[in-house]
């Protein structure tokens, strides 16, 4: 745990009381019990928020608590409560400028709620990245700079379950108690590094990917891992029994990978593909508990799977043109770019990928003069300059 001296310094430097104890938090899961949040939001210009998922424990994934620390006032609202109504908040928290870790799924579960999207924010998590920290989840950020050690079995929990236990509360308290100082320590660092512009581009980005969403479902999400390796009978049995598991999912209301994982799907169509016969299909699955109860529906899956004209199938979708294979000087083209981004990335001391990821190389090297629309201003001006896009 942070010494005392440490912890008295860091008030005295931040200028606000850190602690390495659960702050005090007020319970909004009744009707009319949002008129506290709402009139501490309109008397502060930021808020720190968070948000508690059950998309390990359901098939669709839904947002179970909001964590907000509005000045020194911490709110956990239950979203799962009935009867709340919601609007009014999320027309005062699209005005305020949010201080958030690991934004992008949290930003996306919010889109789908209400199509919320926040006028400015800054992420820790992508300050952490920008500034080469080895570690950049937020309990490993929390307990080197503040001495705070989070329950890790809250990132475990089941938000859906009703009661919350005071645990847990607890646990989802301190996710944003400490985000307004741990900003002010990244922010300063940033700064002295001339990256504040650079984490404005990334957090701008963030927004926006946010307001996105998830990518609706399409009838080729069935076409998971190394289905493109099949031919025959493995793809019609792929087809049946991803659809099968996803059947099986919705009505035991639990995320498919807890039915069946991919791996053995992927396993019983290769299996298929190989000539193998039902019985010899089946003898490599084991569902373990549920076992009995859905292995017959599997096996009818199997054996539709095997009876199914794989030309009756729906067809792979056409091929990207951002996808199409590079030529030999675009390949070598894009080896000298990743020798560029690698050097200056090694020189920033951050993960290269934080410039340009494998797929935005290739889409540079194909059309070098499009790299302004490829990646965000700060990246592009780190490798325009350099060898490799001079000589393009």
């Known amino acids: 745990m942070i010494s005392r001296f440490l912890l008295s310094g860091l008030r005295r430097f931040l200028g606000k009381t850190v602690t390495t104890r659960p702050p005090s938090y007020q319970l909004l899961d009744q009707p009319g019990s949002l008129e506290p949040l709402l009139a501490a939001l309109e008397r502060v210009k930021e808020v720190s928020l968070d948000t508690e998922a059950d998309n390990m424990f359901h098939y669709r994934t839904r ?17 799962l409560a009935p009867n709340l109504k919601l609007d009014p908040l999320w027309k005062v928290l699209a005005k305020k400028h949010l201080i958030m870790h690991g934004s992008d799924f949290d930003l996306r579960l919010l889109h789908d709620l209400c199509r919320f999207q926040p006028q400015s924010l800054f992420d820790t998590m992508l300050a952490a990245q920008l500034l080469g920290r080895s570690r950049i989840g937020l309990a490993s950020l929390l307990e080197e700079n503040f001495g705070v050690e989070l329950d890790k079995n809250g990132q475990k929990a089941n938000w859906s379950r009703r009661p919350i236990t005071p645990k847990l509360l607890d646990y989802a308290s301190l996710d944003v108690w400490h985000l ?6 990244l922010a300063k660092e940033i700064e002295k590094r001339g990256r504040t512009d650079w984490l404005d581009q990334q957090c701008r980005a963030q927004i926006q990917n946010g307001f996105e969403g998830f990518a609706p479902a399409t009838e080729n999400d069935w076409r998971i891992g190394r289905s493109e390796r099949l031919r025959g009978p493995g793809l019609g049995v792929l087809h049946a029994v991803w659809h099968w598991r996803e059947a099986q999912a919705q009505r035991l209301d639990t995320p498919p990978f807890k039915v069946c994982g991919n791996a053995l799907v992927l396993k019983i169509a290769e299996t298929a593909d190989s000539g193998a016969t039902e019985t010899e299909i089946l003898a490599q699955v084991h569902l373990g508990k549920r076992h009995d109860r859905i292995f017959p529906s599997l096996a009818a899956a199997v054996r539709a799977g095997l009876a199914r004209d794989p030309k009756t199938l729906p067809r792979r979708p056409g091929r990207d043109p951002n996808h199409v294979s590079l030529t030999q000087s675009e390949i070598e083209l894009q080896e000298r770019i990743r020798a560029d981004r690698d050097r200056i990335a090694t020189a920033l001391g951050f993960e290269a990928t934080l410039i340009a990821n494998r797929s935005q190389l290739a889409q540079i090297a194909r059309a070098p003069s499009k790299i302004d629309e490829i990646l965000l201003p700060w990246q592009a ?9 001079r000589e393009a």
Do not use: H, N, S, T
């Not at 947002?63 to 979203?79: A, I, N, S």
């Not at 307004?180 to 320590?185: Q, S, T």
């Not at 001006?381 to 896009?389: F, M, Q, R, T």
């Open 63 to 79: 947002v179970c608590l909001m964590q907000f620390l509005v000045g020194e006032e911490v709110f956990l609202l239950d979203l």
């Open 180 to 185: 307004p100082a741990l900003r002010d320590i």
């Open 381 to 389: 001006g780190l490798l325009k300059d350099e060898p490799a896009l």
